[in-house]
């Protein structure tokens, strides 16, 4: 769990480099989004649970690699764009794997069920938020393929299983393999939820 | 106290759930802007306050209640649309609700005067901040018709009668009896503020 | 340091004060946009250490300060235009006096190096950065002159010189004035970072 932890935050990493640039950002404006979007679903996690020292300032080497991460993707960033379908894999990996760690830190501070669920889908999506709302456009998770949809049902597989008895383990790899191939299988086929619009000439 | 906050949370999640439809997002997305507009200021304002745990983490109803009237929401979006004054009711009741409990939470903590007008301005107005802020739009509390001024005017109304000697259900009553008053007043008669407005060609 | 301290909220509100006007928001957004910009970057800084209380609910003159500040901007704001140059170094040194303030936080409760620099960072620019958000732009610090840039340099000179034996008083007012004279130089010689742009075209 722990090297995809890794893959995931240096996905998620990527993510906001490309999302920086797309806004013209300096390379510093680069390492800040990196550094959000990668870290700041999990930032938002432990406030929210109240558990303090935050992750991340425990474990400095994080930042050098979301960092690093994010600055490398300005050299390699053509490069990456042929590699898309690559890049989409590990982006979903990372969704997947920060959803079931949201999941594991909230059960060991004993925090009710529903709570469970929330603190994985903060882990899961809060980054992508942040990333947006920094970059000045409409948060996508909320608007495109499956995506906190797939955070949530990974994280309700998950405690099911638990709650048959199945070990720890065995539930994060079945959850895990099965939200990949959910979230592969929305972008392959454009699955969507259902939309709700109204017109914008009322309150 | 405790109904009208439950009214205050519904009428806040419709209004993000409003909000979500004229920005085309999926249902999903509905539920979060729900979930954010209705806790979201408690939240602020518990972070702020380093109140721990989190109020809705201990209060799992809440959650499924702000969820529930946020999808319902989209369901009766045209019905919505013509009770449009007994929604605007709700949401200003919602604000001074809010407003007033966040004062309260404050004092019971021993917090400075000002600390305490502040938590209760953070209770009632962050939730629409964060709801425009997620639909990419300038928060509608810096521009419009009194609806800030009507929690800072609930706060200090609250906490003079309470140094005044009154008891605290008189005051809480009182209060939100005119902040009420004040802030349909204001809708109705179009009250605003005074506007600052300078050229945007200079920093 | 301290009165300095003073200095750099009055300028940061002051600056949250016209870019509110900027938007055409009424006195009271006006006000929170003041409050946000000047002590928003403290609040980020405490909840993201952990140190709660936060710092201005300690200190409620602090509150009065930037706001009396916001507000006295709506009525000066011609002559601030004319004034524009001292704006500027009053920023700078907000810039500057920020980031060596949360070094020190951040050092006084044991963290690692590269928390300490992130802390340094996060007061100096997260009001700046919420300013923007709230006012519904993508934060010129990603994008303009050395800003961003200049609370790192800080930040690390701050930690060096502390790490070759120089006295606290000492490695602060070194670090103070080179970081004030970075920030001027870069505002008169339009220095820039690299910038990283991609089509908008792709993901």
């Known amino acids: 769990m722990f090297s995809i932890y890794l893959v995931a935050i240096t996905a998620e990493a990527m993510s906001g480099a490309l999302a920086a640039g797309r806004r013209n950002m300096d390379i510093f404006g680069v390492a800040v989004i990196a ?27 994080y930042v050098y690699i979301v960092i690093s991460a994010g600055l490398l993707t300005t050299l390699i960033a ?3 764009r042929r590699l898309k379908r690559l ?4 982006d979903a990996m990372g969704l997947v794997a920060f959803s079931l760690i949201g ?16 603190s994985g889908m903060i882990t899961g999506i809060c980054g992508g938020i942040l990333r947006d709302i920094l970059c000045g ?6 608007q495109r393929e499956l995506y906190a949809s797939v955070a949530l049902t990974v ?4 405690l099911s299983l638990k709650y048959l008895g199945v070990t720890t383990d065995i539930a994060n790899l079945v959850s ?8 592969l299988l929305a972008i392959w086929r454009s699955w969507r939820l259902p939309t709700f619009s109204i017109e914008s000439d009322w309150k």
Do not use: H, K
């Open 78 to 80: 053509p490069f990456v």
């Open 103 to 118: 999941c594991s830190v909230a059960l060991s501070m004993n925090y009710a069920t529903v709570v469970v669920i929330m």
């Open 87 to 90: 890049f989409l894999v590990l």
């Open 137 to 142: 456009q409409v948060p996508v998770v909320f």
């Open 176 to 183: 895990f393999m099965a939200g990949l191939l959910l979230r």
């Open 155 to 158: 994280c309700i597989m998950f």
């Open 35 to 61: 550094f959000v979007t990668a870290l700041g679903g999990g930032t938002i996690r432990d406030v929210t649970l109240g558990r303090f020292p935050i992750g991340w300032t425990q474990n400095p080497e």
